[in-house]
């Protein structure tokens, strides 16, 4: 972590964001209030999900919003944060991702098996080998989730971006203690 600095956002913009936070609680406090006082129906239960649903999804939008602001923020990875009350402190990591789909699947496969017959022939590798690696690759590479794939074609020295589409890097902030 460094000393850094980051610039705050204007004070009617943090205003709102404890404004819309309000609206939410206060949404949670009058459910609650109604839900205390009266004998609910299982039809009544339903609104009551609805509702509490509304306010999830309101805070949802809300916890996006200042987490976008905060990575743009941010200019290191990782921030060092106090509580306005100055007693504790947590810590921000930024981290940032694509969206890739319409993976050419036919077109990286091909690339991954080049890559491995190159690297068997420099190490001396029979065919039958090969062969038996190229096909245990296939599967493993059909039943592997994003991540894991990103990995392997990252220390194959693949550039995977050029096998699918990729959307806009999305920012993310996760807080610690």
């Not at 309000?22 to 839900?35: M, P």
Request: charged content about 30%; hydrophobic content about 40%; overall charge negative.
């Amino acid at each position: 972590m460094t000393d850094q600095q980051v610039s705050s956002p204007p004070v009617e913009v943090v205003a709102s964001w404890l404004q819309s936070l309000r609206q939410v609680v206060d949404g949670a406090d009058q459910i609650l209030e109604w839900a205390q006082t009266s004998e609910i129906t299982p039809e009544e239960t339903l609104g009551v999900y609805a509702e509490f649903a509304d306010l999830v999804k309101a805070l949802d939008w809300q916890r996006r919003d200042l987490m976008n602001t905060a990575a743009h923020m941010m200019d290191d990875d990782t921030f060092a944060a106090e509580f306005i009350n100055g007693l504790d402190t947590r810590v921000l990591r930024k981290s940032a991702s694509r969206p890739r789909r319409k993976w050419d699947n036919e077109g990286l496969f091909s690339t991954v098996r080049r890559k491995v017959i190159d690297q068997a022939g420099d190490a001396g590798a029979d065919i039958d080998t090969v062969a038996a690696t190229i096909r245990a690759l296939s599967d493993i590479y059909r039943l592997s989730g994003g991540t894991a794939r990103l990995t392997v074609l990252r220390e194959m020295d693949i550039d995977y971006d050029e096998y699918c589409e990729t959307g806009e890097v999305q920012f993310r902030v996760e807080v610690t203690a």
